[in-house]
């Protein structure tokens, strides 16, 4: 007789993998091992057969889990789950039974202590009266059960203190027993690590909180004590704008919680181009800008005062007709259904930035005020011997000026047409640490660098010397495997507002951002060496010194062909006014340079194109500088070819752009000189350099370790 099988399949059926359900096994446990201590098997119970593939499905009784696993050692006469209880006699003795004694299991951690594996079942049956007195009964008479099997081996929770204390079980399950592991935090960037996040997700949850509370409160009342909007009810073929609130805990540089910040937004993106908006573009003063005024407050030892405006864009009026639903969790009760009709502009909402920035430039002129032409943000005013600069970022507002009693009275005036703050002294500007010394002002985003290193988990990261290796080769295409471009560009993108306050990053983010595209698992390596270098270098900064002599000075060099994907060249440049760094920039060139002289001399042209910027915005400021810019440079060929034209012959294809700077030395407003390579501070951003020649250069570029000051700083608030 032949079973089904073999009739299917012509050959007989192998039994050998067959085995007892139910019976003690040990699989092969290491693919699921966390680590190399973990055991290699544990006892388990034999409970099936995988469907898919050739493996045995064991149960862990202690976590419930189960194994599938090929390697398998069964035990078939082994169950530690049977039970020899006579369910007869147990009827038969029911009347006789006081109390229900559970069935004594006992651990698998005593199979392990036994020598011979015995073949006799592991669960102790209760005894009979006529045996011997049974366990845990509360009186004389024994006692039968009829309970069922315990769920899990190390169930003993019913179990008599006798009994438990004989079988030495150990019923405590730890963590790692469940293999649960937390991960150990080794290193920290600071002494100063930043808390948990305690920011609430929606308005529900901020309900619940007293101080989210108050907060919510404070910004619906401005909105409506500003006149925002106005309940109307919902228009026909009008688009209706949502709204959300934000919550942020606003921190001190040493991050303690300053206040919690509650802000109603608009959701911009269901605007319609058009229709309830049209232009949305506002300025911001540029970084240059703000050394450049910081530099010269310095130098005259000028006051300087910090401003914040509260809810600085509900002060801009709208010109185009919007629609918003009303603030979720604060809806009137008596007109649930009306919408708002904004009149000024909230935050979320396309137009916002314009409308504020339109309306506070109206007010600064109308007090005597004088736009900048070179930038926009920058606001001058001259009454006789009376000069201030008014510096505007968005809602954050720097003042400084010669006569003290003029400043308090613009400020009064500013302060009763909108609601602003004076925080005196600037000391935490744009997220920029502001800390004044005897001999200048230190400049430093420590706090800023702790984030970043929070954020994408590098603060236990090992640190490093240099941004990237001289021995580093970054192509387009290195035969590595692509990575999560997202999470790349997130790390470039946070990186970027590195740049106002270190310019030993400027090559090293400039480098990297040129494989956002396309970036693989080697560029994450060099990125993530970037991170490693923050996290050695966090307190470092740049220190603006009182400067003596206003002058301009500026370092300018390239790199030859050192883009090995389309061997074009990188300028690079460094401009100092009165010996403090103000204006740096590391490039990739747009077109290949035929020969190093043509390299150099784009730089140059990049360089004389920001000194002439700078010498606008210092006639603005009525700066008078007594002597023209100086431009060094290491390539010998570029100086000449500044104000020599017999080279013209050679540099014929160069478009005519890049030769008005003969026009600037031939009237004497550009002086260009040469510089040796060993002392040109524009070589960092050019190229990879060793860890003595970059440490160097990234000295004299006034970088300067500020962890005595910060700690000083840290310990007076």
Known sequence: MHSPYTILHHKDHNPLHLHSFGCLCFPWLRPYSVNKLQ???????????????????????????????????????????SSIINKESATKKHHLQTSHTPHIVLPLQTIHAAAPLSTTPTTIPCAHPQDEAPLGSTSSSGNDTTSQPSSSLHDTTNLPK??????????????????????????????????ENLEPSNVRQAMQHPHWRHAISEEFNALIRNGTWSLVPPPQDKNIVDCKWLFRIKRNPDGTIARYKARLVAKGFTQCPGVDFKETFAPVVRPQTIKLILSIALGKQWPMHQLDVNNAFLQGHLKEDVYMAQPPGLKDSQHPTYV?????????????????????????????????KSDPSLFIYTSGAKLAYFLVYVDDLLLTGNDSQMLHNFIETLSNKFSLKNMGSPHYFLGIELIPTPTGMFLSQHKFIREILEKFEMDGSKPAPTPLATTATLTLHDGT????????????????????????????????????????????????????????????????????????????????????DDRTSTSAYIIFFGGNPISWLSRKQRTVARSSTEAEYR???????????????????????????????????????????????KMKHISMDYHFVREQV????????????????????????????????????????GNLILRGRIGHT
């Open 340 to 372: 708002c009709k904004l009149h000024k502009a909230i935050y979320g909402l396309r137009q916002a930035p314009r409308a504020w920035h339109d309306a506070l430039k109206e007010f600064i002129n109308l007090y005597g005020f004088v736009t900048s």
């Open 481 to 564: 495997a692509a990575t999560d471009s997202t999470y790349y560009r997130k790390i470039i993108g946070a990186l970027q507002y590195l740049n106002l306050t270190r310019p030993d990053l400027s090559f090293a983010i400039n480098k990297l951002s040129q494989f956002m595209h396309k970036p693989t698992t080697l560029h994450l390596q060099h990125l993530k060496r970037l991170l490693r270098y923050l996290k050695s270098t966090i307190n470092l900064g740049i220190f603006l010194k009182k400067p003596h002599t206003f002058s301009l000075c500026a370092f300018s060099d390239a790199d030859w062909g050192g883009n090995t």
């Open 666 to 705: 031939r009237d004497g407003k550009l002086q260009v000189s040469h510089v040796s390579t060993k002392d040109q501070l524009a070589d960092l951003l050019t190229k990879p350099l060793a860890t003595s020649r970059f440490a160097d250069l990234r000295t004299k570029m006034q970088v300067t370790d």
């Open 39 to 81: 055991p290699k098997s544990i006892p388990c119970i034999f409970v099936g057969y995988s469907p898919s593939q050739y493996a045995y499905h064991c149960l862990d009784p202690i976590t419930n889990k189960i194994y599938t696993s090929r390697h398998v050692v069964f035990h078939d006469n082994h169950y530690p789950y």
């Open 603 to 649: 730089a140059v042209a990049t360089t004389t194109a920001e000194l002439m910027w700078l010498q606008n915005l210092l006639l603005e400021l009525h700066m008078c500088v007594n002597q023209p810019p100086k431009l060094l440079c290491d390539n010998v060929g570029a100086t000449y070819l500044c104000s020599n034209p017999v080279y013209h012959s």
């Open 162 to 195: 006798q009994v438990a204390a004989n079988n030495g079980s150990h019923t405590i399950v730890t963590r790692s027993k469940n293999n649960i592991f937390k991960p150990k935090r080794v290193f920290h960037a600071s002494n100063h690590p930043l808390p």
